[in-house]
């Protein structure tokens, strides 16, 4: 009985840092693509 709660617990904490690794990817995607066009902005309105 404890030990299914144990692997319960620990399947579901597994699951949310596989989350919170693929947010942090996308979140890391869209920070690079952010700063990318706002380079680009800055490159045009700077020549």
Do not use: H
């Not at 949310?16 to 490159?43: C, H, P, T, W, Y």
Request: glycine share 10%.
């Amino acid at each position: 009985m404890y030990i299914g709660v144990v692997v319960n617990i620990l399947a579901m904490s597994n699951e949310i840092l596989e989350i919170s690794v693929l947010v942090d990817e996308k979140f890391d995607m869209s920070f690079n693509l952010a700063g990318g066009v706002l380079g680009l902005i800055l490159r045009i309105f700077g020549n």
